[in-house]
């Protein structure tokens, strides 16, 4: 099969083209590299030629609900016109566990995103857990030398091999509107894991955890960001995950 692969050179998107490249399928990969601007769709129609399937793994940097709307729904709205057009059979989008229920910040894009590709009938949503490099990611955008300020978020987090073979196994098939989701085998604040990556980095910083204000705030400490009852558990746990940080 032929994939094109929306945001393929991300921190989820390289393990997609990794994996579907190890399963013998033909990659194309969706970026400004490679000439094509998703926000303008400048480029698209001639990558999405022959494609059977796009793999939808792209992100934006913002903590802006309006911003995280506007993307999603303009990246979103392009790679699906543009695909109906090339006669792509299958969109499948990357979303995260707890988008359906938190209409704030980041994840009111992700739901924007949601509500476009499962009203589309080659659409599928797979939802995940945060990734293991999310510790990581969080202290980057909040710590200030010797001190970190980490939000109170309850996570699952998961390793983006596993989150990318379960999305070329859905993309091999059918259009399934809600699809699987997936999370880790860890339940861990976001605090604990910056923690243990500082540690593993050697690095001495103090981390204080604090609780972000209403309905947004209560879901990041509740547990909608965990997994579902019928949710598939990956087998790479957190520390592993370190140790090839490590490595």
């Not at 976001?190 to 910083?205: F, K, P």
């Amino acid at each position: 099969m032929r994939f094109a692969v929306a945001g393929g050179t991300g921190v989820v998107g390289r393990p997609v083209v990794a994996a579907a490249e190890l399963r013998g399928h033909e990659v194309v990969v969706l970026s400004r590299a490679k000439g094509v601007d998703l926000t303008s769709s400048s480029g698209l129609a001639r990558h999405l030629a022959g494609v059977d399937a796009v793999i939808d793994v792209t992100s934006v940097l913002t903590v802006s609900g309006p911003r995280s709307v506007a993307f999603f729904e303009r990246v979103t709205g392009n790679l699906l016109r543009e695909g109906h057009a090339a006669g792509v059979g299958h969109h499948v989008a990357l979303s995260i566990l707890g988008a359906r229920e938190i209409d704030s910040g980041y994840y009111a894009g992700k739901r924007a995103q949601e509500r476009a590709v499962l009203a589309d009938p080659t659409g599928t949503v797979v939802r995940a857990a945060q990734f293991h490099e999310f510790g990581l990611q969080t202290l980057e955008r909040t710590r200030f030398g010797p001190l970190a300020l980490v939000p109170r978020i309850r996570s699952q987090p998961v390793a983006t091999s596993e989150v990318a073979d379960l999305l070329v196994d859905v993309a091999e098939g059918r259009p399934l509107a809600d699809g699987p989701s997936i999370a880790g085998p860890d339940v861990l604040s976001v605090a604990e894991m910056s923690r243990r990556v500082l540690s593993a980095q050697g690095e001495r910083v103090r981390v204080v955890e604090f609780p972000m204000p209403g309905t947004f705030g209560r879901g990041l400490r509740g547990d909608l960001l965990l997994a579902r009852p019928d949710s598939r558990i990956g087998a790479i746990g957190y520390a592993q995950w370190l140790e090839t940080q490590r490595a």
